[in-house]
């Protein structure tokens, strides 16, 4: 089983490269933010309350991000792995992480950390948010998400570390020199 934490800030690069990942390794993925958007397109009850805040640029409860997290993982057959974009987001999270995995017999392969400096992510997300229209890539939206990348996310990199788990990428550069240096921190696993 091969269980992939992409991690970083806002705008890093995770879905992009997720994609790619998906294609080379043949695993399953799971973005929590795709899951919330998909929810909120479907006016359902979920994406009424995840609405309210992704346009404030703030995290969902712990608890209700865990539980859908746990019934996506619940749908996949047969999987040869999972790559997890955009969670976990908290200690809380990653902990409920490593619980659901163990309860599962597994657990996660490594975390891979996609490091762009916060000049080059403002950029980038202000251009995806022109493009896509994005909702909460807008300048406002986007400086209350780096805070809270800040506070709440970062010190995951610590926790990951302490894990045994953490792999440093380097986020900037060509799609396919940072894809090359992601496929060879997974092949050395
Ligand atoms: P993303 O597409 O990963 O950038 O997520 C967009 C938004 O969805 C975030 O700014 C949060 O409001 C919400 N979200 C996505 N994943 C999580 C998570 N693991 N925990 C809490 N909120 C999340």
Known sequence: MLNIVIFGAPGSGKGTQSERIVEK?????IST??????????GTELGK???????????????????????????????????????????????????????RGQEVSVMLDLDVPEDELM?????????SGRADDNEETIKKRLVVYQSQTAPLIDWYKNEGKYQHIHGVGTMDGIFAEIVAAVEKL
């Open 25 to 29: 390794f043949g695993i399953n993925h």
């Open 33 to 42: 933010g795709d899951v919330l958007r998909a929810e909120i397109k479907n």
């Open 49 to 103: 309350t995840a609405k309210g805040y992704i346009d404030q640029g703030q995290l969902l409860p712990d608890e209700l991000i865990i539980d859908i997290l746990a019934s996506t993982l619940d749908s996949f057959q047969d999987s040869k792995g999972v790559i997890f974009d955009g969670f976990p987001r908290t200690i809380a999270q990653a902990e409920a992480l490593k619980k659901m995995l163990a309860e």
């Open 123 to 131: 950029t980038r997300l202000i251009k995806r948010g022109q493009e």
